[in-house]
């Protein structure tokens, strides 16, 4: 669905057109030359349009100051007109350390350390801000080791490590650079950016702030080392029906083929052994229509497709003869209940070990396969694409970590008057009341006594719903003007401006109070936003 464009304000229009007039006027020094493409910060328009430059800072929380590279003088922009601002490419300049985080009722997530926790508040030192206390009515959980593993890739922050798989007929998938944001041409300024976003060329795939999105039906893909048992998390938003492919543990080639034997030879020797044809395992449907499509785009790997209504698993592989093999998994029930456009969060467990794959989504247990052929996938990529020419993906907050092959469903568990703690083995889950954070251990109150749990054994623990306040409750304590700041990797804060610098924010969080913000760890300054994706997602995206 494409929004209606807008005609560009008239008091945007009369900046940009002061900007070209400046075009000219500056010299070998100037301001454009001390502006490197490598760190050139983005402004996205309402209507769509787009401006590159330099943040300067912000007045009162209403007025964006603003260089661009062919103006000698500095920009006031009004916020009111803006979508979001990308920092630095989209790239925060100081990515965040610890994967520790607190989430709170109205969805920000505060990465940092918790270091401690009574019947009122919760205090946590994070890298931006420093320290910070919180009133604990205010929090809906708290993950002081989120992954319950190594970690061994987090993105994407970067479109130098991901491709995309371009298969030409006859050949095998080639791979080229996945498509970075394109620049604007600082000549066409006083044009506005419609007629420069109708000129850009897009790729199949186009990273912007930590994401990508779709423009076509290629594959993207990354080498991301996901282990023998894995864990992959990962965000989809989509628009239209969903209609996605993921591939993991894929190899990304094909194997060479035999060489051919004298025909009669080999039909001797296949009458000698009585060969006969391939039937498959106990538990795989064979797909004879398109028994090759994945095999040939992914090598041996595995690959989840995902619609709003259900979910199916393909196993990839190649015969002797190095003829591509794709088969389809059975399962008892793979039911998903999602919207036509939306967003959800997913997950996969997989085991090399025992061929057992689950899948998870909003934390909640959707399905399980078992491969009775032996595990196909004895690759480490992962990829993405979206199968239908009419919709839009949109692949974000990508996760994978060691897992210790323990299936749990604690990540659902949500109750309204006792306390969840799961642990980071992944099997072990406690419910009652979590007293304390004391000496780097949780007091928790349990239905026959009370135990002592360190800190570094907690995966999460998930608050009582009675004990929280409403979210409706957060929102109402300052219903100003607000800005969301989003930090790498995973980070959200909704904050009201007051003021700022390149590099500093002073603001006021609902919860939280007043704040100085480090905008060196934020990728996106967003300026208007919803919950809804529709809402959220830029069409020149």
Not at 222 to 249: C, E, G, Q, S, Y
Not at 400 to 429: C, F, H, K, P, Q
Request: proline share 4%; hydrophobic share 35%; with cysteine.
């Amino acid at each position: 669905m494409k929004s209606k464009r807008q005609e560009l304000p008239e008091t945007t229009r009369t900046i940009v057109v002061l900007a070209a007039c400046c075009l000219f006027a500056v010299t070998g020094e100037s301001v454009a030359q001390k502006i490197s493409e490598n760190n050139e910060d983005l402004l996205r328009f309402l209507n769509g349009d787009s401006l590159h430059g330099k943040f300067l800072g912000m007045k009162g929380g209403t007025e964006i100051r603003w260089q661009h590279g062919n103006a000698r003088d500095k920009m006031i922009l009004d916020a009111s007109k803006l979508r979001r601002l990308a920092f630095n490419g989209g790239r925060a300049r100081m990515p965040l350390k610890s994967p520790s985080f607190i989430l709170l009722q109205d969805g920000d997530r505060l990465p940092g350390r918790i270091t401690g926790l009574d019947d009122e508040e919760l205090t946590i030192e994070t890298e931006f801000t420093g320290t910070a206390t919180i009133p604990r009515k205010f929090i809906r959980q708290i993950a002081p080791n989120p992954h319950g593993g190594a970690v061994h890739y987090i993105g994407p922050f970067t479109a130098d490590e991901w491709t995309v798989l371009a298969p030409e007929e006859g050949e095998k998938a080639k791979e080229k650079p996945a498509k970075k944001e394109e620049k604007a041409d600082p000549d066409k300024a006083a044009k506005g950016g419609e007629e420069e976003a109708e000129a850009k060329e897009e790729g199949p795939w186009v990273f912007s702030g930590g994401a990508y999105y779709s423009n076509g039906q290629l594959p993207i893909t990354v080498d991301a080392k996901v282990p023998d048992k894995a864990r992959i998390r990962f965000t989809l938003a989509w628009r239209n029906r969903l209609n996605a492919a993921i591939a993991f543990h894929a190899t990304l080639k094909q194997p060479d083929k035999p060489e051919a034997e004298d025909k009669e030879e080999k039909e001797e020797k296949e009458a000698e052994a009585g060969k006969k044809a391939k039937k498959p395992a106990a538990g795989v449907a064979r797909n004879n229509s398109t028994s090759s499509g994945f095999a040939l785009t992914y090598g041996r790997s595995y690959v989840l497709t995902i619609y709003s209504n259900y979910a199916q698993l393909y196993r990839c592989d190649f015969d002797e003869d190095g003829d591509p093999e794709m088969d389809r998994l059975s399962t008892s029930s793979a039911n998903l209940r999602l919207e036509e456009a939306g967003e959800a969060e997913f997950e996969l467990r997989c085991d090399r070990q025992s061929g057992g794959i689950s899948l998870f989504a909003d934390g909640r247990f959707i399905s399980q396969w078992e491969d009775g052929q032996g595990y196909a996938g004895t690759g480490s990529h992962l990829g993405f694409a979206c199968q239908s020419s009419g919709s839009r993906l949109r692949v974000s907050d990508v996760v994978v970590t060691s897992w210790n092959g323990m299936v749990d469903s604690a990540r659902s568990m949500e109750v309204e008057d006792r306390d969840i703690v799961l642990l980071s083995n992944g099997t072990d889950r406690y419910s009652g009341k979590v007293l304390a954070l004391e000496n780097g251990k949780f007091r928790i109150q349990g239905t026959y006594a009370e135990m002592q749990i360190p800190l570094s054994e907690v995966q999460e623990i998930r608050f009582a719903k009675k004990t929280t306040a409403a979210k409706e409750e957060e929102e109402a304590e300052d219903s100003r003007e607000t800005v969301r700041l989003l930090f790498q990797p995973f980070g959200r804060l909704t904050v009201m401006p007051l003021e700022a610098t390149p590099d500093r924010m002073k603001a006021r969080h609902a919860a939280i109070g007043d704040l100085e913000l480090d905008l060196r760890y934020s990728g996106l300054l967003e300026f208007s936003f919803s919950d809804s994706v529709l809402d959220s997602w830029d069409d020149d995206f």
